[in-house]
């Protein structure tokens, strides 16, 4: 079963009351809703975005009646948050948890090939009915074009190299599974970087199925979005699981002139979570409140 990180940590953030409404904008398996509507009863509601249509099913499947009753679950991307809370006419909003990481279940279990360790079709979407696939970017998109993704999503050292190899090999025949890309991988890079604490193809998956998904851009447009869709005094959490995601909450948080910052520093997991859950080690909590206008005019 998915484990939600930081849940101690978020409910202890955002702060859920009884019959506030509150949007979980990364459903994902349903653990964060669950301990939200615990706390927002006997009337308050959740607004649970997925992308994923098999994940949400599963979400669904994994809640009772009274908790089903209180909770709005739509198949669409949070890239959609401002049309998902007008479309589904949701009550004033007093909080929006964001949790940016992908679910153990995507790794072991959905055949997509998001993991190296396993040998399945190169997919990575979150969504089927997403039109790009990581199949296509190996087999069509240029050299140079490859080599950006990785450089600039994976922070891969080894980004022109491993590019260079990826359309080496296709000419003889299409790069179609994980096992053939982390073949691919390990042959275009040095002995010493096999030896490293994390395995040489991790950057180059992480950085096509955030390419795939168009993950960073899907943060920047949420943001905003997300600001707007709160009400004053609402608060807003955002768990990121990679530096770059990191930097771009950061950063909107710091220069928002309608956002106060609660944490001043990220949140992370404590150690116990850490071992229990070795997802938690790299997730990242930050949480703003959105002022009263007349203060936030003020601060300008």
Excluded: C
């Excluded at 484990?3 to 955002?14: G, S």
């Excluded at 964001?98 to 679910?103: A, H, Q, Y």
């Excluded at 599974?177 to 991988?185: A, D, K, S, W």
């Excluded at 530096?243 to 910052?261: A, C, G, Q, V």
């Amino acid at each position: 079963m998915h484990t939600p990180v930081l849940k101690e940590e978020v409910l202890k953030y955002l702060n859920p009351q009884p019959n506030e409404h509150i949007v979980d904008a990364t459903l994902g398996f349903g653990g964060h809703t669950k301990a939200i509507l615990e706390k927002t009863g006997p009337k308050g509601r959740v607004l649970g975005i997925e992308w994923d249509r098999e994940v949400l099913e599963a979400a669904k499947a994994g809640m009772g009646k009274e908790e089903l009753a209180r909770a709005t679950l739509v198949n669409d991307t949070y890239r959609n948050l401002e049309d998902i809370v007008k479309r589904e006419k949701f009550p004033k909003v007093s909080g929006i948890l964001l949790d940016l990481g992908m679910s153990s279940w995507h790794l072991e279990e959905s055949k997509r090939g998001f993991s190296f360790q396993k040998n399945d079709i190169l997919d990575m979407r979150y969504n089927l009915d997403h039109s790009l696939d990581a199949k296509k970017i190996l087999n069509f998109w240029s050299r140079f074009d490859i080599e950006a993704v990785l450089k600039e999503l994976g922070e891969e050292q080894f980004a022109r190299d491993i590019a260079k190899a990826i359309v080496e090999a296709r000419k003889e025949k299409p790069i179609i599974r994980t096992g053939q890309l982390v073949e691919i991988v390990e042959q275009a890079t040095p002995s010493w970087y096999h030896k490293k604490r994390i395995h040489p193809a991790t950057k180059t998956f992480q950085a096509l199925r955030m390419a795939v998904n168009s993950e960073l851009e899907n943060i920047k447009a949420v943001l905003p979005q997300a600001v707007s869709v709160l009400a004053e005094g609402g608060r807003l959490a955002v768990i990121s699981f990679h530096s770059l995601e990191d930097r771009i909450i950061k950063n909107f948080f710091r220069e928002n002139p309608e956002l106060t910052i609660i944490t001043k520093k990220p949140i992370t997991a404590s150690f116990k979570e850490q071992k229990e859950n070795p997802r938690a080690r790299s997730a990242k909590l930050r949480v703003a409140v959105k002022q009263a206008k007349s203060h936030a005019t003020e601060t300008v």
